[in-house]
């Protein structure tokens, strides 16, 4: 019988460990929240863990004790409460008390039991295949955002996992990693997963922007998006990517920066590699301001919309800002019909894998922090680098970040000049082939 417990729970929290490594990347600090007030520092498969408690898995060694004055000096990357929700008194207490220990970088991951399985697991304890706890609380989804609206926090991410919380050989493969993820079985999980950020770290200084506008074959958009381009900081920079036009694009670019040099800082590249995704990872390496943005310089996205990203940053109303062409009327030839499909499609299959709720992932206009970029560009190897339009890559390594998605309604115009470089059924089978396999890297695991 000892033998068998230690199965379950071995099992049990090898599961929750992978799902956690979704999110949790080598080298990030993490800190276990449990009614305990002593902190174990953990090291496995490269990745640092603080556990605060007792409740740590055998398949991990403790390494040194370390005290709650070093959280609050120096914030992990992530808190875990998995499961301590249910035995907490005032969870709106811990909550509160947990915001003073985070930076805005801070997420926190917490699981708790549905109340489905409640019976199910009062007789596993009886029975002696569990430890036997005092289970208070029986929260829901619901429950839960409304603590965290309480307590000045806001939830990114949230899942169901786990249909078959014991080993069988094949089938609990198959419940926990499809059927599991399924809208009807979903309801029936025993674990819910939520991930949530600190609200109330709101930006005090003025940021300046980099705007950078990959071009190819738009020689006669670049002195009208220079022109119409307003300034957002005190110092921002405009950053050309020209991307082997067979117009002259590139002799407009030097031209605008010649001509605009006393009134704005613009920087030039010539595009090395091909693809619009390598142009922003070209824009975004040689970027110098604080606020990273990306402008298509078919002008579709107009210039001016550009301060509602800045002014939702600044704000903190998100991390993660993508344009959305599906909220506003557009001009009648700005999008084909089965381009306006295909939009819909992929915007519901990636809110389905990514766990975040989009609109319109294909709107080349996205916006990060430096310091967020670095982070994804760090991590790249996870999805790898097989993205030919830049936003996937930024979508990819956002959602795995953890950080909030917003997306800021633009109006999506007509262009004046030149043919677009969509190619529909290309394109749209590449994008078939990153959703599948963001699938198994991110959601079927």
Excluded at 46 to 52: C, G, K, N, P, Y
Excluded at 264 to 277: A, D, E
Excluded at 399 to 426: A, D, M
Aim: hydrophobic letters at 40%.
């Amino acid at each position: 019988m000892q033998s068998f417990r230690k199965l379950i729970k071995n099992y049990y929290y090898r599961c929750l460990f992978r799902y956690f490594s979704i999110y949790i990347r080598p080298n990030n600090s993490v800190v276990e929240i449990n009614p305990s007030t002593d902190i174990s520092v953990y090291f496995f498969e490269q990745v640092r863990f603080l556990f605060i408690g007792r409740d740590i898995p055998d398949f991990i060694s403790r390494d040194r004790i370390c005290s709650m004055d070093e959280v609050r000096r120096m914030p992990p990357d992530y808190f875990i409460m998995n499961g301590n929700i249910q035995h907490e008194s005032n969870i709106q207490k811990l909550l509160l008390e947990l915001h003073s220990c985070c930076s805005a970088q801070s997420r926190i991951i917490v699981t708790y039991y549905s109340s489905l399985w409640r019976p199910f697991i009062y007789f596993a304890t009886v029975l002696g295949l569990r430890d036997k706890t005092m289970e208070q609380n029986w929260i829901s989804h619901d429950d839960m955002a409304n603590f965290l609206l309480l307590a000045d926090f806001e939830p990114v991410l949230s899942n169901n996992r786990i249909l078959c919380p014991v080993y069988i050989p094949v089938i609990s493969t198959f419940l926990n990693r499809y059927c599991a993820l399924m809208p009807f079985f979903r309801l029936f999980c025993i674990v819910g997963m939520l991930m949530f950020r600190p609200l109330g770290m709101r930006q005090e200084k003025a940021l300046s922007v980099s705007v950078v506008v990959p071009a190819r074959n738009e020689a006669g958009n670049i002195e009208n998006l220079v022109r119409r381009l307003p300034m957002m900081g005190p110092d921002d920079e405009l950053i050309f990517v020209e991307g082997h036009s067979n117009d002259n694009t590139w002799d407009r670019i030097v031209e605008v920066q010649r001509k605009f040099f006393a009134n704005r800082q613009i920087k030039i590249i010539k595009q090395p590699g091909k693809g619009k995704g390598d142009a922003v990872r070209k824009g975004f390496e040689s970027a110098s301001k604080d606020i990273l943005m990306i402008l298509d310089a078919d002008l579709s996205v107009t210039p001016e919309s550009l301060p509602l990203f800045y002014h939702a940053m600044m704000r903190d109303k998100g991390e993660f800002l993508n344009g959305s062409r599906l909220v506003y009327p557009m001009d009648n030839k700005a999008m084909r019909f089965i381009n306006m499909v295909g939009n819909k499609f992929f915007a519901l299959a990636f809110s389905y894998v990514l766990g975040q709720k989009f609109k319109d992932t294909l709107c080349g206009t996205k916006v990060i922090s430096k310091d967020n970029y670095r982070k994804i560009a760090r991590n790249r190897s996870f999805f790898g680098e097989f993205d030919p339009f830049g936003d996937f890559d930024l979508i990819f390594g956002a959602s795995r970040l953890g950080l909030k998605v917003v997306e800021i309604p633009v109006t999506y115009r007509e262009r004046s000049y030149g043919k677009t470089n969509i190619r529909r059924w290309k394109h749209g089978y590449m994008l078939l082939k990153m959703l599948i396999y963001s699938a198994r890297k991110i959601k079927f695991v």
